[in-house]
């Protein structure tokens, strides 16, 4: 097997969009450059598709790695994958091509370059998740900035100027600390190589610092509290693709990058700066859910619980329990889905009425029976009703927590009510109520489209939710070599003590 | 007797610039001729470098003319940036009415006063060439006379520059008097000992430089040069000089400074991080591009200096790294703006780019590419320049300077940005020309793939700059 499947999942969308590119193409040809985004990315799932078949779930170490000399003697291109990143990585092969068929409804100008955006933001995203050396993934994970800039400024809503400057300025004030602790780490250990890192370990008396500096990233692409106001204005200016993308990959590429550098790299760190993580996480919660119940826009509505529910995966992964870890990807992969999800049903009103505005609508069972349905799925998914993928994720969160510390578990449940207190209250002023307004009595119910994107949406989540396993399968053994490792770190240094 | 071959690229430049002098005098209107004959003779003396043994370490005339692989790779440098400007800028220079023969013979003069410095390993050898390529700046800048700016940013050069010089002539008979030798070498040896009038020499041959390359608090005349010059001038202020100077930056802090790290460290971190920080921050208010781009490379020379603040061969050689992508960032950024005529007329403000991507996609989309990597982001040929300073600079410890850099960065970001939104958000305006020339056009494809393909494989520049040795 040496075919190199990783670089392929990564280099097809750009190959993809170099030929959109490439293909002059008139206005009624945008069609086809549509078709053939589509056939990229579709094409791109299957073979991730592929990729969880064939990756063996039993061993703890990364596959289907690749390695190639890149920048000579210091930095190695180096992809694979583990239990944790495959699933990331299907996740994005599965959002993107349901952002491309939305494109029809919400895109109104310059389709072709909008599509090459998406393609080079898929490139990017899945860079993120596979590299296994810290310049690649900084590489990547800097990158996918230019992309979502460009998606919100040019196709986003009236402030959309303020939104992507507010995005790209504070995305990467929080990263450039990291390339200062990235180039740290070559220079005291002598590699950038994560799995030779894992290996040899970073002294303690470094830890906290480099910690923080890549907390200082993390924190602001999660978003977690104080420096979470980014999002609101870009989810709200984003036009419904880059929304859904925004929400269901590129704030996970913190919690991904928590999981995988902040607790594997910096173990002692990670346990000197748990009461941090865990004060930050729960005034998340709390202090986001209760903004959330006020907010008129309904965008800014499921922004700011966004923020909520990456306070839970936070503080699932500072609970440093295999529960804890567990729950916090599966709430990733779950508000990957959900919150995907409820854009896209954002997006079907507003394409139709032209407005976010909560108290513009209501009663819209009664015209869009077909919409009632879908939303209803996806605003109990997002409460975490049990039998749907969200309950999975918060409860796992909750043991891991109530195991290690019961006053945060307690906080934390309490923002488990206000959820469950926001997104029904969102339901009920949208979908039930008087009909009073006339433009929003014209409005007809789902187009084919829709009905497809939403579906797909809602099988996952239903699906996952009564039937946990695959996901947990391929997560489990990754998870506990790295509390494993990590524990047994502790345990040398105690014996040696001094 | 001297081994003269050495020098042939020289001697075949300063024989060029007589021949076409006379043969443009003598010929009615030449000018378009001597321009591109200009070309040729770059082309061939840069065929002549590449030629040169590229191991050779040797010097002439009694160990003051260094040929080596630094003076070897800079020249090639700078020659190909001259070829490149002359392509890109010949069709600005008819249109602008400044196509007179002295023109391109001028811009020869100054390319040879370069390689003087570059190559220069004793006092006056180096000031020599830095008055000869200065000479032929002044009368460069006020070039297009008829225009207000021009001359004053010709006059204003003129007055600073000298003013410089003169700050500089004085450290360098200040080194002579404590040294008893003009040649660098010997300094080295000579001036073991810290003395007083030593230290005064060394700062003001530092002042010196920083004035030559524009750094924080000696920059004053570069947004007014830049501004007022033409365009054509502009961009080889942008590229050529930079490359001359900060070869003598390197000369000067390791070969005769090199004992004396102590005292100059402090000075070029300072300058560093002013013109850092300075840069980024003045540049937010700008209205005019060529103004924008000056401060902008204020702010990049604070960069490459962050790298020669280090005191290691590793930042020498980074900073010759950020140099080269530089270089390439600014020749596309300016092919650009050579792309911004409309009825015979230049357009240099920023709002005239407004709206650029809808009748110029292909344009903006080069645009795009070059300003993100100005700003540093990857996967761009600009962030690797970066990075590879950042190595440089953290190997040494010196977070702070690593810090200050990368948040200067996230400012200087805004403006950038700032550009792309009026080229992709805003909406658009009358329509440019899209005739231009192939020299214009095969500049701007060929630096815009550089930045952008530089990522598939970044160790090519990096092994060929790290077989240069700076002692």
Redesign the interface.
């Known amino acids: 097997m040496n075919f190199p499947i990783l670089s392929s999942l990564i280099l097809l969308p750009t190959i993809g969009a170099l030929f959109i590119f490439f293909v002059r193409s008139s206005n009624s040809q945008y069609q086809s450059s549509k078709y053939v985004a589509l056939f990229i990315t579709l094409a791109n799932f299957f073979l991730s598709l592929y990729l969880w078949i064939v990756f063996d779930k039993s061993i703890v170490d990364f596959q289907f790695v690749e390695e190639r000399e890149w920048i000579s003697g210091f930095v190695n291109y180096k992809v694979g994958v583990d239990g944790i990143s495959i699933l990331f990585i299907l996740l994005t092969t599965f959002i993107t091509p349901i952002c491309v068929i939305t494109v029809n409804a919400t895109i109104k100008n310059r389709l072709k370059d909008f599509l090459i955006a998406i393609l080079i933001l898929e490139t990017f995203m899945i860079g993120v998740f596979c590299s296994l050396d810290l310049v690649v993934f900084y590489l990547f994970f800097e990158a996918g900035l230019i992309p979502m800039f460009l998606i919100i400024g040019i196709w986003g809503g009236e402030r959309r100027v303020y939104s992507a400057f507010k995005f790209f300025l504070y995305t990467l004030l929080g990263s450039v600390l990291m390339l200062v602790a990235i180039i740290s780490i070559y220079w005291i250990t002598g590699t950038t190589d994560v799995i030779k890192l894992y290996e040899l370990g970073i002294d303690s008396k470094y830890q906290n610092l480099l910690w923080l500096a890549f907390f200082s990233s993390f924190a602001v692409k999660t978003p977690m509290w104080p420096v979470h106001t980014w999002l609101p204005d870009a989810h709200v200016e984003a036009p419904t693709a880059g929304s859904v993308l925004l929400a269901a990959i590129l704030l996970k590429m913190a919690g991904y990058g928590f999981i995988r550098f902040s607790l594997g790299l910096f173990p002692d760190a990670s346990l000197y700066f748990v009461p941090l993580v865990y004060t930050l996480s729960l005034i998340a919660i709390i202090y986001t859910s209760l903004v959330a119940l006020m907010q008129e826009d309904m965008k800014k509505l499921i922004a700011y619980s966004s923020v909520a529910h990456m306070g839970f995966v936070t503080l699932g992964i500072f609970t440093m329990t295999q529960q804890g870890i567990e729950g916090s990807i599966f709430q990733m992969i779950s508000h990957g889905l959900v919150s995907a999800a409820l854009f896209l049903c954002v997006g079907v009103v507003y394409d139709r009425l032209h407005t976010r505005l909560i108290n513009r609508y209501g009663g819209l069972v009664s015209i869009m029976p077909k919409y009632a349905i879908v939303f209803m799925v996806f605003t109990l998914g997002a409460l975490g009703l049990p039998g749907t993928s969200g309950f999975i994720g918060e409860f796992l969160v909750l043991m891991g927590a109530f195991k290690k510390n019961i006053l945060v578990a307690t906080i934390a449940s309490l923002g488990v009510i206000l959820g469950a207190a926001y997104m029904l209250w969102l339901y009920k002023r949208i979908i039930f109520g008087k009909l009073i307004n006339e433009d929003v009595k014209k409005m007809v119910d789902l187009k084919r489209f829709e009905i497809v994107t939403l579906w797909l949406l809602v099988l996952p989540i239903i699906f996952f939710g009564f039937y946990p396993e695959p996901l947990i399968n391929s997560i489990e053994v990754s998870v506990a070599n790295m509390i494993d490792m990590n524990d047994l770190d502790k345990i040398n240094k105690l014996a040696l003590g001094d | 007797m001297e081994n003269l071959q050495l020098i042939i690229p020289e001697l075949f430049i300063s024989i060029m610039i007589m021949f076409l002098l006379i043969f443009g005098v003598f010929k009615k209107n030449s000018s378009q001729l001597v321009y591109n004959l200009t070309t040729v003779s770059l082309v061939a003396a840069l065929a002549l470098i590449i030629n040169l043994d590229a191991q050779i370490q040797s010097s002439l005339f009694n160990n003051s003319y260094n040929i080596d692989s630094l003076a070897r790779f800079m020249k090639i440098l700078l020659i190909l940036s001259g070829i490149f400007v002359m392509l890109s800028s010949s069709k600005y220079i008819q249109i602008s009415k400044i196509s007179k023969i002295e023109y391109p013979i001028l811009i020869l003069c100054s390319i040879l006063g370069m390689m003087v410095m570059i190559s220069s390993n004793d006092l006056i050898v180096f000031y020599m060439g830095l008055e000869l390529q200065s000479l032929a700046l002044y009368v460069l800048a006020s070039f297009n006379r008829d225009n207000l700016l021009s001359t004053e940013s010709g006059l204003k050069y003129f007055v600073l520059s000298a003013l410089s010089s003169g700050l500089l002539l004085y450290g360098c008979s200040l080194i002579y008097g404590f040294s008893e030798t003009t040649n660098f070498n010997q300094i080295m040896v000579n001036t073991k000992e810290i003395e007083y009038g030593l230290t005064f020499g060394i700062v003001f041959i530092l002042v010196g430089l920083a004035f030559k390359i524009s750094a924080v608090p000696f920059h004053m005349w570069a947004p007014d040069v830049y501004q007022g010059s033409p365009t054509s001038v502009t961009v080889f202020f942008a590229l050529l000089p930079k490359i001359a100077a900060l070869t003598v930056f390197i000369r000067f802090l390791y070969i005769p400074f090199y004992e004396l790290g102590d005292q100059w460290q402090m000075i070029i971190i300072f300058l560093s991080i002013a013109s850092m920080v300075f840069g980024a921050v003045a540049a937010i208010g700008q209205k005019n591009l060529k103004r924008l781009i000056a401060y902008s490379s204020i702010s990049h020379m604070g960069y490459a200096l962050a790298g020669l603040s280090t005191g290691t061969t590793q930042g020498v050689q980074n900073s010759i790294i950020y140099i080269t992508i530089y270089l390439v960032m600014n020749l596309a950024f300016f092919s650009c703006l050579f792309m911004l005529k409309r009825n015979d007329e230049y357009y240099e403000n920023i709002d005239d780019l407004s709206g650029l991507s809808k009748n110029h996609?292909l344009l903006s989309l080069s645009l795009l590419v070059v300003l993100?990597s100005l700003a540093g982001?990857?996967?761009l040929a600009g962030?690797f320049a970066k990075?590879y300073i950042?190595?440089a600079v953290?190997?040494e410890k010196m977070?702070f300077l690593?810090?200050v850099g990368?948040?200067a960065?996230?400012i200087a970001?805004?403006y950038y940005?700032r550009i792309?939104?009026i080229i992709?958000?805003d909406p658009e305006k009358e329509k440019f020309e899209s005739k231009h020339n192939l020299g214009l056009k095969f500049t701007l494809v060929a630096s815009t793939f550089f930045i952008l393909a530089y990522?598939i494989y970044?160790?090519g520049i990096?092994?060929i700059i790290s077989q240069i040795n700076i002692n």
């Open positions: 996609p993100f982001i990857p996967p962030f990075f950042f190595v953290i190997n977070y690593a810090i990368l948040l960065t996230v970001a805004f940005l792309i939104k992709y958000f990522f970044p160790s990096v092994d």
